[in-house]
């Protein structure tokens, strides 16, 4: 908690009330289980990539991409899930993440999908991926406050 409080100058080092206390565990907690569910999903996504599920190939050869590009998909969206489950490295991870769907957002807006079903669905997991990621570490709600002060 400290470090957070450190990391924008001139904070004063008030201490937490009980509610504060209170607010803090359940964004985390939120935080958390936002970020299970986004990381459940891309482990599934990645891993059906990785052993060539039969769907996945389909889905993915009809935007376009080639057979033998699936795999190293896989492996980087696994690795990059891997990054943003690290509490130590999960704003890299999230930053990978978003660059890796906004490769699926282009291949989307490319094959002429539908907008809000199917373009904008990597938004909607980026939004989700960050939304996690600041409830659950108060490092980021110290860089980005939302703040009305």
């Known amino acids: 908690m400290a470090d957070a409080l450190d990391l924008c100058e001139g904070s004063d080092r008030m201490a937490l009330q009980p509610r504060d206390s209170a607010k803090l565990k359940w964004m985390q907690r939120i935080g958390w289980g936002v970020t299970a569910l986004m990381i459940a999903f891309l482990l599934f996504d990645s891993i059906g990539k990785l052993v060539l599920e039969h769907h996945v190939v389909e889905a993915t050869t009809m935007i376009g991409y080639p057979l033998e590009v699936i795999r190293p998909l896989g492996l980087i969206c696994l690795a990059c899930t891997i990054l943003y489950g690290i509490p130590?490295?999960?704003?890299?991870?999230?930053?990978?993440?978003?660059?890796?769907?906004?490769?699926?957002?282009?291949?989307?807006?490319?094959?002429?999908?539908?907008?809000?079903?199917?373009?904008?669905?990597?938004?909607?997991?980026?939004?989700?991926?960050?939304?996690?990621?600041?409830?659950?570490?108060?490092?980021?709600?110290?860089?980005?406050?939302?703040?009305?002060?």
């Open 88 to 149: 130590r490295t999960s704003i890299l991870g999230a930053i990978l993440l978003t660059g890796y769907l906004r490769g699926a957002v282009a291949s989307k807006v490319r094959i002429e999908d539908p907008m809000f079903s199917s373009v904008l669905f990597g938004v909607y997991f980026g939004v989700l991926i960050w939304g996690g990621l600041y409830l659950r570490n108060e490092r980021l709600r110290a860089l980005i406050p939302w703040s009305r002060d």
